[in-house]
């Protein structure tokens, strides 16, 4: 079966500018995760979404992040006025619990 | 609130040389744990996990973990390790809803 989608896989903008991340999760998994991991640091925690409860904000670093996620699905990571240090692969996760999280691929964002 | 902590940040071994790989996790309520390995160039995917049962669970390329409650950790052994085994190696812990990284290590096995 199809797994998790991101897209664009690379995506290359200038300081400034906005940019979009889209996630295409597994079908029927309620929960859904985006991470951000910097060149050779950790996964860092972004946001989480489960079902229809409100999401699990946290770890947005700033408010230049947000994302949403539409009818349960496909979830939209939006980083306004991009800087030099928002560079990292943004990774999207989906579940269908607390169990095993299933990865995409990344997108690799370069802002210059 | 949860924690992991990876004591380790780069594990250099050699070929065939057993490896330990250490996990320690702080939580105030039962947990799922989980190893994810990250090859060269490619995301991530799940290693093992503790969800209930058995504390010594194993994956299918030879490592396991054990689950240690009273120590708090979920240590990644493997008796003998393998060039392809080269890879950065994430412990993380559900404690109901949201799952918690580690800070991730990094093995690399030379022959």
């Known amino acids: 079966g199809a797994g998790v989608s991101q897209s664009p896989s690379n995506k290359v903008t200038e300081k400034g500018k906005d940019v979009e991340l889209r996630c295409d999760p597994i079908s029927g998994h309620t929960a859904l995760y985006w991470y951000r991991q910097s060149l050779g640091q950790g996964l860092e925690f972004l946001i989480y979404?489960?079902?229809?409860?409100?999401?699990?904000k946290s770890g947005l670093p700033s408010d230049r992040f947000s994302a949403e996620r539409t009818g349960g699905s496909v979830s939209t990571l939006t980083i306004q006025r991009t800087q030099q240090e928002d560079s990292a692969v943004y990774l999207c996760a989906s579940s269908p619990s607390t169990d095993t999280q299933y990865f995409g691929p990344g997108t690799r964002l370069t802002v210059l | 609130a949860q924690s992991v902590t990876q004591l380790d940040s780069q594990v250099p071994v050699f070929e065939e040389a057993p490896v330990e790989l250490r996990c320690n996790y702080s939580?105030?309520?039962?947990?799922?744990l989980f190893w994810y390995v990250q090859y060269p160039n490619q995301g991530l995917q799940l290693l093992l996990k503790?969800?209930?049962?058995?504390?010594l669970v194993e994956s299918i390329n030879g490592f396991e973990a054990e689950f240690n409650k009273s120590q708090t950790s979920f240590h990644l052994r493997k008796p003998s390790v393998h060039i392809s085994d080269t890879a950065e190696y994430f412990c993380a812990v559900s404690g109901g809803f949201k799952t918690i990284f580690g800070a991730g290590t990094r093995l690399f096995v030379k022959a």
């Open positions: 979404f489960q079902g229809n409860s409100a999401p699990d």
């Open positions: 503790y969800l209930s049962g058995s504390t």
């Open positions: 939580s105030s309520v039962s947990v799922y």
